[in-house]
C-alpha cells in the first residue's frame, strides 16, 4: 500500500520559516521524481518544486531564492524547506510522487498538509 504522509504544516508569520516534509512507503523511492504541489483557497493547484532521481531541482519563479526542496532516499522521504515566508505562500501543501517510467507506472499523492502565513 503506497502511503505519502506530509508533515510540518501550520501558523507562520511573515519572513519566518518552515520546513514540511513528506514520508513514502510503499514504493520504489529512488526511482520517483517527487513533487510539492499546493492550492490556495478558490485557485487551481500549482507546482511549487521538483526534484528528480538525480537530485536535479526546479522552483516555481514565485518562490525561487526562498525555497528549498530535498531529498533523501535512504529514508525515503522529501523535505520543503520554506524560508521568508509571504503571507500568498498560504496553501494547502501537497506532495507528489511520480515515476521517472511515466505516470502509469506511478503517480501518488499525500493528503495535504496546511500552511497559513499571516502578515
Known amino acids: 500500500q503506497v502511503q505519502l504522509v506530509e508533515s510540518g504544516g501550520g501558523l507562520a508569520q511573515a519572513g519566518e520559516s518552515l520546513r514540511l516534509s513528506c514520508a513514502a512507503s510503499g514504493i520504489i523511492f529512488s526511482i520517483m521524481d517527487m513533487k510539492w504541489y499546493r492550492q490556495a483557497p478558490g485557485k487551481q493547484r500549482e507546482l511549487v518544486a521538483s526534484?528528480?532521481?538525480?537530485?536535479?531541482?526546479s522552483y516555481a519563479d514565485s518562490v525561487k531564492g526562498r525555497f528549498t526542496i530535498s531529498r533523501d532516499n535512504a529514508k525515503n522521504t522529501v523535505n520543503l524547506q520554506m524560508n521568508s515566508l509571504k503571507p500568498e505562500d498560504t496553501a494547502v501543501y501537497y506532495c507528489n510522487a511520480i515515476s521517472v517510467l511515466g505516470s502509469r507506472f506511478g503517480d501518488y499523492w499525500g493528503q495535504g498538509t496546511q500552511v497559513t502565513v499571516s502578515s
Open positions: 526534484i528528480t532521481t538525480g537530485g536535479s531541482t
